[in-house]
């Protein structure tokens, strides 16, 4: 453990509130409702999956399905030469991810970007004797979503019933997300085959504003490398 002072490491502290307050996003309320309802980009597809799996949509266990039965998939991050299943596939992919972009109008992934996190809310750290600070940071994230099939139709109407969730469930996202919105269809693309078999692929983009929310204990602090702490204490003062 470092041996720093009480009062270095409350500079230190307040050094990063002072900078973190400088953006006029705040978050208020109930921090502890916050950080239950708020969806990173890792949990939103885990989200995804359970509310798949609740509307009995998803090919599990190996199933064998007929390709006529649209709306069964396998939900997954790999791509369908890797799934041993003959029925529909809906495959993800992040895409791109960058600090939000906030400028007013401007395009997604342009404009002035976010750098800065945003100060939530500060309480007494009781298991050590100190303070815990939370603080959010804004990514912007580009989803791929391709909708395999091996028939033109049922790949087109996986699609169509992937944008009709994503729509039908807006609200509940949408009070957990910044952002999300549908950017649209690409044309089909096609996989290199699979047991002979050739995929069609229709790709869907959505576009996803989230809050990565963080906290800093003050343990943390107190093992960090002296060299590092100095460097951020001589900024402060």
Same mark, same amino acid.
């Given at each position: 453990?470092t041996d720093?002072?009480?009062?270095? &490491?409350?500079? #230190?502290? $307040? ?11 705040? @978050?208020? *309320?109930? &921090? ?6 708020? !969806?990173? @980009? ?5 989200? %995804?999956?359970?509310?798949?799996k ?8 190996q199933?064998?399905?007929?390709n006529? !039965? ?9 791509y ?5 299943t ?6 993800? $992919? %992040?895409?791109k991810r ?9 395009p997604?992934f342009s *404009? ?6 945003? #100060? @939530? ?9 100190g303070?815990?600070?939370? #603080? ?6 580009? !989803?791929?979503?391709?909708?395999w ?11 169509a019933?992937?944008e ?5 469930? #807006?609200?509940?996202?949408? /009070?957990?997300?910044?952002?999300? /919105?549908? $950017?649209?269809r690409?044309?089909?693309i096609?996989?290199n ?8 692929? &229709?790709p869907? $983009?959505?576009? @996803?504003?989230?809050?990565? !929310? ?12 002296? &060299?590092l702490?100095? *460097?951020?204490l001589?900024?402060?003062?």
């Amino acid at each position: 453990m470092t041996d720093f002072t009480q009062p270095e &490491i409350d500079l #230190y502290i $307040e050094t990063l509130k002072r900078q973190v307050m400088s953006s006029k996003d705040r @978050i208020s *309320g109930d &921090i502890k409702g916050l950080l239950q309802n708020n !969806i990173t @980009i890792d949990k939103l597809f885990d989200i %995804l999956y359970d509310l798949f799996k609740s509307k009995d949509l998803l090919i599990e266990d190996q199933q064998k399905l007929d390709n006529n !039965i649209f709306n069964k998939f396998v939900f997954t991050e790999e791509y369908p030469e890797q799934i041993n299943t003959d029925g529909n596939i809906i495959t993800f $992919e %992040l895409t791109k991810r960058a600090p939000a972009s906030l400028a007013s109008g401007a395009p997604v992934f342009s *404009g002035t970007k976010q750098y800065k996190p945003t #100060y @939530i809310y500060q309480e007494k750290d009781l298991e050590n004797n100190g303070i815990n600070i939370y #603080y959010k940071h804004q990514y912007d994230n580009l !989803i791929t979503f391709i909708c395999w099939s091996t028939h033109a139709k049922a790949a087109r109407e996986l699609a169509a019933l992937l944008e009709s969730i994503i729509t039908k469930y #807006y609200p509940f996202f949408r /009070t957990r997300l910044p952002v999300i /919105t549908i $950017e649209g269809r690409s044309a089909p693309i096609f996989s290199n085959g699979y047991n002979g078999k050739r995929f069609r692929g &229709i790709p869907i $983009e959505i576009f @996803i504003r989230t809050d990565e !929310i963080e906290v800093i204990k003050v343990d943390e602090l107190e093992r960090m490398p002296p &060299i590092l702490f100095n *460097g951020i204490l001589k900024q402060a003062q």
